[in-house]
């Protein structure tokens, strides 16, 4: 109830929470996004590709787990980054 009461009265106060104008910085075009998502598209699937071949070879005994295991971990990661480019 406490922090309600603190929040009411920030609000009743007049503070300002955010400007309107638009952030500093330099902001990527359009078309540097369009690249930049496709390249994270294409190591996406490729990582994704290397993963599932070396977990497949791990299994046999052919290769170790480290490496598919990396390559599993690179893929979710440019996947979320892939994400936030496209912002959904």
Do not use: C, N, W
Not at 5 to 26: K, M, N, T
Request: proline share 2%; aromatic share 4%; no cysteine.
């Amino acid at each position: 109830m406490r922090r309600f009461e603190q929040d009411r009265r920030g609000l009743q106060g007049g503070r300002v929470v955010s400007g309107l104008e638009p952030r500093g910085g330099a902001r990527m075009t359009r078309k540097q996004r369009e690249q930049h998502a496709y390249r994270l598209a294409l190591a996406t699937g490729g990582l994704s590709v290397v993963a599932v071949a070396g977990l497949v070879l791990a299994v046999l005994g052919i290769v170790g787990a480290s490496l598919p295991i990396l390559a599993a971990v690179l893929a979710v990661v440019s996947f979320i980054l892939f994400r936030r480019t496209v912002g959904g």
